[in-house]
């Protein structure tokens, strides 16, 4: 790769010549490589217990998953069967044949030190993903996914004025993922937004948490710069340490600002892996090509290698979920929600479940239940700090509350009240209606009663209302609505309003 000369300018594609002088158009070329801790029991090759975020350190751990000489490891099926799902979620071909290998590196953390990993042979290749990027609908090859083993954990501390460093075993060898990219993104936005529909179908298929801050799920990028013409491609940087989908957008578009300002300036790029400070907004060398392990990969002899037959991946298949793009669709198709609903209903997939145990099949409240769910379930999830599944609402409960106010049992802020007190107390919609009174005045005579005592107490406004000022009807009406304590059926209170007002009562 020669760069130097050729170049006089970095612009944005669109501005190719100005002046007379030639400019050279460069675009962004990133490929992704996604680490995602898979949701198993037990370990990868040995039966501790995967779950090791709240544990004490070091207890979840054996011979096995501490390196000890001599114990051999157990392939996990399930952790098998997890990746195969993800690689059919994304398009991959699962092949007949894989196995598992060893990489080889000196690491504190690395017990072993080698890491069971799949090189040449791995579970899922060549798949695809669709998401809508910035300017629409965008395709991602997936190279490939693997499965291998996490390391441990260090952990970093100081005492009198002194660093030092302890290790945790409890996270070594639990199972990991890793996905592949083709270097199919262009840009720092995509980049995020690919990786949170990523998250999504991981999600989906209840095979990780995604939890970016825990490290369920990392991603290192790989950003390079490439002439448009082809003709000048510059080296790739691996940029890693990025803890949050924010973190990635940044740190990927300061590499391509790092990149460009270094070709328009005539200066060498090298091929290394840069770390991101979060804090300071940069990345950091780390180290440069010079370096790069060698890690002596060979195939893994205490594991015999997996054969997958095409009923293996059938059953697989057929224990997968519907995946979230799909499900958007259908919910525009069968339920006539807008596209921007849909996307809000089927964000996370226990949301998507709740609207329809909600809708329970009856089509005609689907609009309502989307309503209430995007507007007052979200609101106190909210407000509340709450998942869906701590909403202490069941969806028949809900569909109950929309029944009452179909039926004009209750009005729609009635409603709202009892929304509430459903969550807090547990108490069936029903129950709280009668017990609160809140069953909607809808008889006249009743209302009629208050509608004269709401006119006789307010002359301003009626004399307002006579003199043209027909807003004034509005806080008529909400002064009966306070009277019955929002109880009053709302079209029958403002026509006996408007009657009353007519006949100068
Ligand atoms: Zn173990």
Redesign the pocket.
């Known amino acids: 790769m020669e760069l130097g000369h050729a170049i006089i300018a970095v612009v944005r594609p669109g501005d190719r010549k100005q002046h007379g002088v030639s400019y050279v158009e460069f675009e962004t070329i990133i490929g992704l490589e996604v680490h995602a801790q898979l949701l198993t029991r037990?370990?990868m090759?040995?039966?501790?217990s995967a779950a090791y975020q709240a544990a004490e350190p070091n207890t979840?751990?054996?011979?096995?998953?501490?390196g000890l000489p001599g114990a051999l490891p157990v392939i996990n099926r399930e952790a098998v069967a997890a990746t195969v799902m993800t690689g059919l979620a994304l398009g991959c071909s699962i092949p007949s044949y894989s196995k598992f290998d060893r990489k080889n590196y000196m690491y504190p953390d690395l017990m072993k030190g080698y890491q069971i990993s799949q090189y040449d042979l791995p579970l899922c290749v060549a798949g695809a993903v669709e998401f809508l990027g910035v300017d629409g609908p965008r395709r991602v090859g997936i190279r490939r996914v693997h499965l291998e083993e996490d390391t441990a954990r260090l952990v970093h501390r100081s005492a009198n004025g002194r660093a030092y460093s302890l290790v945790d075993a409890n996270r070594?060898?639990v199972p990991l993922i890793e996905i592949v990219t083709e270097p199919d993104l262009r840009s720092p936005e995509d980049a995020r937004l690919f990786l949170m529909t990523l998250r999504q179908i991981l999600r989906y298929l209840g095979v990780s948490t995604g939890n970016m801050e825990e490290g369920a799920f990392r991603c290192d990028a790989n950003v390079s710069q490439r002439s448009i013409d082809g003709t000048i491609v510059g080296p790739k940087v691996e940029i890693k340490n990025m803890n949050s989908f924010r973190a990635v957008e940044r740190a990927v578009s300061y590499e391509v600002e790092r990149q460009r300002a270094a070709l328009l300036r005539g200066e060498p790029l090298v091929q290394e892996t840069r770390g991101w400070v979060d804090e300071q907004g940069v990345t950091v060398s780390q180290r440069t090509k010079e370096f790069a392990e060698d890690y002596r990969y060979f195939p893994e002899p205490d594991l015999p290698p997996i054969f997958l037959t095409d009923a293996d991946v059938e059953e697989i298949r057929q224990r997968m979920p519907e995946l979230p793009a799909a499900r958007r669709a259908r919910f525009v198709e069968q339920f006539g929600l807008s596209e921007s609903e849909a996307v809000l209903l089927t964000e996370e997939r226990a949301v998507a479940d709740y609207f329809e145990a909600t809708v329970d099949g009856d089509v005609a409240i689907a609009r309502a239940a989307a309503n209430w769910i995007t507007g007052e379930i979200f609101a106190l999830m909210r407000d509340r700090g709450l998942t869906i599944d701590a909403i202490n609402v069941a969806p028949a409960q809900l569909r109950r509350l929309i029944a009452l106010v179909d039926a004009g049992t209750i009005t729609l802020r009635s409603a709202k009240e009892v929304l509430i007190a459903v969550h807090e107390t547990g108490s069936d919609p029903d129950a709280l209606v009668a017990e609160r009174g809140l069953a909607q005045v809808s008889d006249a005579a009743q209302l009629e009663a208050v509608v004269r005592t709401v006119l006789a107490e307010n002359p301003a406004a009626v004399a307002d209302y006579r003199k043209g000022k027909k807003a004034a009807i509005g806080f008529l009406l909400g002064q009966v609505m306070r009277h019955l304590r929002g109880t009053a059926n709302p079209a029958v209170a403002r026509q006996l309003l408007e009657q009353a007002l007519a006949e100068g009562a």
């Open positions: 037990s370990k090759f040995c039966g501790c979840h751990t054996c011979p096995v998953c501490l070594s060898g």
